[in-house]
């Protein structure tokens, strides 16, 4: 096996190296913050998918920084709190007032200056005693590259950005940086060209919803498949919507809950782009042919984490559990094989969906599994049976 020879290059001494994946994990840590409150706002799907994409990359990265600081320094105060330099960059970040603003800054200043303090690291660092960040970082540089690619304006204006962001120093003894959470949504961003309306799309029928196998309505003539996957893609989208706010408006929640919250936010994301390219291929239609509706995004986002988590992940995603199944069967008897593989797809994805809901509800319940179920059963007395609140015929426009 031909290996080049090793060499003993000896870079960055163990602190010189925590610093540097400190500065890597405030900036990172700020993106993810401010990509979850801006993905429900940004109105082109292609955008808000590499969002929600991109994010998740960057969730797992900071949970391996971390990993990479305490294997350095532990224990320690590392990562710190971000100096005045770095401080005041992700302070622009945050003064982004719309979502291409913050889109234009992310992917045109900071991302690149991210990657180029990669590679700076990369070139210094010592191959055989820091092999594990020289690992690490050659992940990671593929990751913002391919981001950078996807939503970066072409050219990178890097003004005010050091030429080595690695270097900044740090506050070892300072209160973690406080992330700002923006204002309420009052309600997500579409592509211009699909119409929002208060009643979404009135072709859907209660059946399509309900859990109940005398009653539920497995669509399967083309017009009402049309509508219903065309429903189901936005559905998703408000999912991935809700999970991206449930971490943004929650920074004081433990990392894990935001890695989850961002593994769901690709989840629906994917689903949501899986009926986009379902739609034109199998079903002769495409997103934005029929109207859409947020009364039920509205109704659950209404309600605190705990609420949403109980009536969303534990409530909704749970009964769509049952329904994917019978969707699936039913399909595959009429031999729609390709359709039913999708709701295969779906109900897999949907079990750790339905885990985050246990898992932080839970949490938020002291850890108390029986508190929460209990909150969940309180919950579920105001909604009908298709799982929207009473009173709302509409509502189950927009869940799955
Ligand atoms: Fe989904
Ligand atoms: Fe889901």
Known sequence: MARPPDQLRLGYDVDENAIRFSNYFHLLRELVHLSSGWLPLAPQFEVKYALGDHLHDDARAISKIRRRLYELRHPSDYPGAPAEELA???????????????????????????????????EHLDPVSDEPSLRLLTQLVARQERHVSELGPGSTDAEGWPDDLGRLPIRLKAEPR?????????EPARDEFVEVTAEGDPFLARE???????????????????????????????????????????PEMPWDFHVDMARQVWDEMRHGRLHSLLMPKELGCRWGDYPVGF?????????????????????????????????????VERGQEQIAQVFDYLLADEVPHVHNGTRWGTHLCGGDERAYKRRVRELREDLDDTGAPAGEPQAASATS
């Open 88 to 122: 005041a960059l992700l302070g622009r970040l945050d003064e982004a007032d719309s979502p291409a603003a913050y889109i234009e800054l992310a992917y045109g200043e900071a991302k690149p200056a991210l990657l180029r303090a990669f590679r700076v690291h990369l």
């Open 178 to 186: 406080e992330l700002r959470a923006m204002p309420p949504l009052v």
């Open 208 to 250: 399509l919803y309900i859990n109940d196998p005398e009653e539920n309505h497995v669509p399967i003539e083309p017009e009402e498949q049309r509508h219903f996957f065309h429903a189901l893609m936005d559905a998703e989208l408000c999912a991935a919507e809700l999970m991206a706010r449930n971490s943004h408006e929650h």
């Open 295 to 331: 009364s039920y995004f509205r109704s659950v986002y209404a309600h605190d984490l705990l609420g949403r988590l109980a009536l969303f992940n534990s409530t909704s995603e749970q009964k769509a559990m049952w329904r994917h199944s019978h969707r699936r069967k039913v399909l």
